[in-house]
């Protein structure tokens, strides 16, 4: 399969989507590791110097809202996102759930390297959308935080945790601190 490519402009906000390997449902069986991802998320936001605009954690995938600045391309800052965030879920479910982590389990020839992982947490290939306009970010953001709704998770947007629609209309910054939009 070929990657998609990644298209870097400095004023283009990127609207990401990452799955978890074979679509296993991560972060409801564990919500723990919904919080391993905002704060890694956090901490690089800082580390990398980007914007961090939305953000829907889903059962088994997730969508994000980022805009890099000059200094680092998006590939980079998935690859080090997803690369240190699948280390702490692996970290974490060593500890809780031995049965859980072995479904992440890579065949013996899927290892390339001695030094690579023999789990794979996310799917090596992400979605990603350049958005140039205010009426597709609008469009983005609203999709994401009504994604639970139409899931069937919750009946109310307001009802999800792990959504920026938290931080836009109840200015709740518990989980993670955005950068709004308006």
């Known amino acids: 399969m070929s990657r998609k490519r990644k298209y870097n ?13 074979k679509r296993m449902k991560l972060f409801q069986k564990h919500p723990k590791c919904c919080q391993i991802f905002l704060e890694n998320l956090d901490f690089y936001r800082n580390r990398l110097d980007f914007k961090f605009l939305g953000y829907v954690i889903m059962p088994e995938h997730y969508h994000l809202l980022i805009m890099p600045s000059s200094k680092v391309e998006i590939s980079k800052i998935l690859m080090v ?3 240190y965030t699948a280390k702490k879920i692996i970290e974490f479910l060593r500890r809780e759930d031995k049965e859980f982590l072995n479904k992440f ?9 001695k030094r690579d992982s023999r789990y794979r947490v996310f799917e ?3 979605y990603d959308f350049n958005i140039v306009t205010q009426d597709k970010l609008i ?3 609203n999709y994401m935080h009504n994604n639970p709704v139409r899931r069937g998770l919750v009946e109310k947007p307001s009802e999800y945790f792990y959504s920026s629609w938290r931080n836009y209309e109840l200015n709740d910054n518990s989980f993670i601190e955005i950068d709004k939009l308006f």
Request: net charge positive; glycine share 6%; proline share 6%.
């Open 9 to 21: 402009f400095e004023s283009h906000v990127h609207y990401l989507t990452g799955v978890v390997n």
């Open 81 to 83: 996102l997803k690369g």
């Open 105 to 113: 389990k890579l065949p013996m020839n899927k290892i390339k390297r």
């Open 124 to 126: 090596p290939d992400d």
């Open 139 to 141: 469009e983005k953001l």
